[in-house]
Structures are given as structure tokens and as C-alpha cells.
């Protein structure tokens, strides 16, 4: 997946997602842990925006087989935690950072730094489905369809939409934006 030369924002993109998105999932287990920490009202306030990301990903078709986002919704939680932390960890990491060689090179490739780093994060779940293993893949996966695994959190990220400058409203920029935290 990686090698030498690849970009410090490829390497948070994709190492920093898959990090995070393990990390969260302590924080969805805590919900229905009978020791957890959270309080009555975290674990509700949690419980519906859990709820509401289960209905956007129930509402996403692959081939014209719907999501089951109760099914996925742990792994939802994940994703769309995930690369918000790496994201946040990025812009963090490179707020007093010069411009180093490697970013004066990719420059030339039309693409920001912050583009970069969804683009990296896009790569991570690209892959092919055939139609006919579609509805029985859909039926028995813990995550959703690779695509959404995509779309889903960066609907949800104000960033992306600032990045890539999605008019408001549109489908990459729903004025609706679920967030868990």
C-alpha cells in the first residue's frame, strides 16, 4: 500500500484513518458497556445521532441494493470518526509547517494539500463489485459498501466540502451534515 516517496499527508491519510477509526470504536462499545463512563445524557445524545447516521447510510443504493446502516453503524461511527481525527490530526501536525520539496512538487499537480489528503483517504476503499455478489455481500457485511465508506463521512465533513468547494446543498455538501462528536 505504501512505499518510499510517498507524501507525509498520504501516509496521515491513510494511517491516521485506519488508527482513529480503531480508536473509535472504544468509544462506540462504551455505549452499550453497563461500566461505561458516559452519563445518561452522552450515551442519548450519542444514541440519536447514531440513529441519524443509520438513516443516511439506509438510504444509499449500490447497483439499486440498499445499505442496512443499523447493520453497519458501529463501523459508520468508525469511518466517519476516523477521518475527522486524521484530518484535524493533519491540519495540526502542518498548521507552522513550512512548504518541504515534496509539497512544492505535488503543487503542480492542480491539487491543495488538503485535497491531497481526501484523495489519499479515497484510495484506501477504492475496488470493483460485481452486480450479481452485490445484495449478498450487502447482506452479510459488518462495514458498508466500500464506496459509502467514502461518500458517507465526507458528506459529513465540513472540511471536504471548504477543500473541494461543494456548492451548499449539493450532494457532496448536504446542508444536513451528521456528526457524532
Known amino acids: 500500500m505504501m512505499g518510499p516517496g510517498y507524501p ?3 501516509i496521515i491519510a491513510t494511517f491516521g484513518f485506519v488508527f482513529s477509526h480503531e480508536l473509535a470504536h472504544e468509544f462506540t462499545y462504551a455505549d452499550t458497556d453497563e461500566e461505561s463512563p458516559w452519563d445518561v445524557l452522552s ?5 440519536e445521532q447514531t440513529r441519524l447516521l443509520q438513516q443516511q447510510y439506509s438510504a444509499y443504493r449500490l447497483m439499486g441494493v440498499a445499505l ?3 447493520r453497519t453503524s458501529s463501523e459508520d461511527v468508525a469511518d466517519n470518526t476516523g477521518v475527522k481525527l486524521a484530518f484535524q490530526a493533519y491540519k495540526e501536525l502542518t498548521v507552522n509547517q513550512s512548504p518541504t520539496i515534496e509539497q512544492l512538487i505535488y ?3 492542480n491539487y491543495t494539500q488538503d485535497q491531497l489528503f481526501f ?3 479515497a484510495q484506501l476503499f477504492c475496488g470493483v463489485y460485481k452486480k450479481e455478489h452485490v445484495a449478498e455481500i450487502i447482506s452479510v457485511a459488518s462495514h458498508s459498501a466500500s ?12 472540511e471536504f466540502s ?6 451548499t446543498d449539493s450532494y457532496m455538501n448536504p446542508k444536513t451534515k451528521n456528526t457524532i462528536w
Request: aromatic content about 12%; charged content about 20%; some cysteine.
Open 119 to 121: 484523495l489519499a483517504h
Open 162 to 167: 471548504e477543500a473541494f468547494k461543494c456548492p
Open 68 to 70: 442496512n446502516g443499523v
Open 8 to 10: 507525509d499527508v498520504w
Open 147 to 158: 464506496p459509502f465508506r467514502i461518500i458517507g463521512p465526507l458528506q459529513n465533513l465540513p
Open 43 to 47: 450515551k442519548s445524545r450519542f444514541r
Open 107 to 109: 503543487s503542480h499537480l
